[in-house]
């Protein structure tokens, strides 16, 4: 038998050791790791980004939103403890910060895993600029992302999970921000008790001057929601008084409705705590109307028509106060349904310890639920009249735009009000740059006749 030559050898054992090679590469590429186990983490590139000079701590708890939710979303924003349940490479956490001048920040994450020997990879993006970075551990930590330009204004800071070795990204609490567009100072919620109140957006108001002294049994509005203001959580209020309010809302995707509401006399938010001669009283309501007691923002008499109003679409709402001799008062509630050309009760309630004529005027746009607080809405508020005890119908030609206690705290200022071509208007949430000064006054010349009803045919 031959010798194979040696030279031959060393070349068979190089090409064997080539061919195993290129095989465990093309066995692993593309392969996601093993469930439960880290991911490979690339070593960090050197950066000397650091936080210098004042850093601002935006808690994700009063400033963030679920805004690209996955189909089925376990993500939540927790009050007061930031992301929660961020299991899903789908879902987009958007977070918003107002810069009052232009400039570049350093950022940086408070996060971690939920479990030790976990990891996982996150990008955040803002203003098209995107960088990743890995949760390793499971105790909080300061994670720095890197150095961004931001104009004037509100900026959306976006996280999205790319990869996890468990079943879950992890959690945020908190995002630090420094550099010189924090200079003039930044508007967000940094209060504990304002989170759930900036995470619903600043309401507004019109607060509607009377053109008289004489005591006034009537108010009368039209509200034309545009077509894609309605967004879900919305509350559009049209005829506001010291006692209560009467609009229509977007409760759910499936559900609105024409909501009436007389406050109690006794000041609590606990219905059940109102002395039974100060509860509100039912005097009538109309078909498919319900009545029952609310309570959380003051507490009294409550009722609402379910109804699916349209936007795009004006509608009518007539209230009327008249006292009933006896130190109480009665408030009635009509809603007009275009369709049918016929007014329709919604309710009338009796006030105790309550001697008045309607008083108070205004209308108000407010979001009632925080997870819709980054989404827009607005209303066009319009052909206001009151009618006087005597029988005269006065237009209302002046408002002032006022806010809350979430806007005047500085937790957040996406509300405004003014003047369009049909009346005034509200516009909130959704983190705009326009602005119009708290307490400004706004005047409308109303071309409209004087409303035709018949209040002998009212129901």
């Known amino acids: 038998m031959k010798k194979t030559p040696l030279k031959f050898i060393g070349i068979m054992l190089f090409h064997l050791a080539l061919i195993s090679s290129i095989s465990c590469s093309k066995t692993t590429a593309g392969t996601d790791p093993a469930p439960n186990k880290p991911l490979p983490v690339e070593d960090p590139k050197p950066t000397t980004v650091s936080h210098q000079g004042s850093k601002f701590q935006i808690p994700l708890a009063g400033n963030s939103f679920v805004t690209s939710p996955a189909s089925g979303y376990a993500e939540n924003i927790h009050n007061p403890n930031g992301l929660k349940n961020w299991n899903s490479a789908n879902s987009i956490i ?14 940086s994450l408070n996060a971690r895993t939920l ?30 992302v890197g150095e961004f330009d931001v104009p004037a204004g509100y900026v959306k800071i976006d996280l999205q999970g790319t990869k996890k070795s468990g079943s879950n990204f992890g959690e945020v609490s908190e995002m630090t921000i420094s550099g010189s567009a924090t200079a003039a100072g930044l508007v967000y919620s940094n209060k504990a008790s304002f989170y759930y109140w900036a995470r619903r957006g600043p309401s507004c108001h019109l607060q509607y001057t009377i053109p008289t002294t004489e005591s006034v049994s009537y108010f009368y509005s039209e509200v034309l929601v545009p077509t894609g203001e309605d967004a879900q959580g919305s509350y559009f209020m049209a005829n506001g008084f010291a006692e209560g309010y009467f609009g229509f809302q977007v409760n759910s995707p499936t559900e609105r409705r024409i909501l009436f509401s007389v406050w109690s006399p006794y000041n609590t ?145 996406d509300a405004m ?43």
């Open 269 to 413: 938010d606990n219905p059940n705590d109102i002395p039974a001669d100060q509860r509100i009283t039912l005097n009538k309501k109309g078909s498919d109307v319900y009545t029952g007691e609310f309570g959380n923002e003051g507490s009294g008499g409550q009722s609402y028509l379910k109804y699916n109003w349209k936007a795009g679409t004006t509608y009518r709402f007539l209230l009327k106060g008249e006292p009933d001799g006896t130190g109480k008062t009665d408030y009635t509630a009509w809603f007009y349904t275009p369709e049918t050309e016929k007014w329709n009760l919604i309710a009338s309630f009796k006030r105790p310890k309550t001697n008045t004529y309607l008083r108070s005027f205004h209308s108000f746009l407010e979001n009632f639920n925080p997870s819709y607080g980054h989404q827009g809405r607005q209303a066009h508020y319009q052909n206001q009249w009151v009618r006087t005890t005597a029988g005269t119908w006065l237009k209302v030609s002046e408002a002032t735009f006022t806010v809350d206690d979430t806007y005047n705290n500085q937790q957040r200022v």
């Open 94 to 107: 958007s977070t918003y910060v107002r810069f009052k001048t232009a400039g570049k920040i350093v950022l």
């Open 417 to 459: 009000g003014g003047t369009n071509a049909n009346g005034f208007f509200l516009r909130n949430c959704g983190f705009f740059n326009d602005y119009v000064e708290p307490g400004k006054k706004f005047s409308y010349m109303n071309q409209k006749t004087a409303p035709s009803i018949d209040f002998t045919k009212l129901p």
């Open 115 to 144: 479990n030790s020997g976990e990891s996982s990879e996150a990008e955040i993006s803002i203003n098209n600029k995107k960088v990743k970075i890995n949760l390793t551990e499971s105790t909080m930590k300061e994670i720095m």
